[in-house]
């Protein structure tokens, strides 16, 4: 149980040190970041990981800012280290 709960404490830490940025601003920091643009419907842009290959579609709509927990879901999926994205920024 305590094991749990500092594992979830630590992963809070992580992800409050995510600034906070727009959708554009975070799909343009992806691309610096080596994602490679796949195709784009709408208002998603959908993006290659250098890492490990993986698609996932970003939102990208306007000038609205992404929440936190989502930005550490998609960096989770494409196999990028949130450190490592924090110190690119």
């Excluded at 601003?25 to 290659?48: A, D, M, N, T």
């Excluded at 939102?59 to 924090?86: A, C, N, S, W, Y």
Aim: with cysteine.
């Amino acid at each position: 149980m305590i094991f749990r709960l500092s594992l979830l404490w630590a992963m809070l830490q992580r992800m409050n040190r995510l600034p906070v940025m727009t959708e554009k601003e975070f799909y343009g920091h992806l691309l610096r970041y080596g994602c490679i643009p796949v195709s784009s419907e709408g208002s998603h842009f959908k993006v290659k990981s250098p890492n490990n290959g993986a698609v996932y579609p970003i939102p990208v709509h306007g000038k609205r800012d992404i929440q936190r927990g989502f930005m550490k879901v998609i960096l989770t999926k494409l196999g990028i280290d949130i450190d490592e994205f924090i110190k690119m920024l």
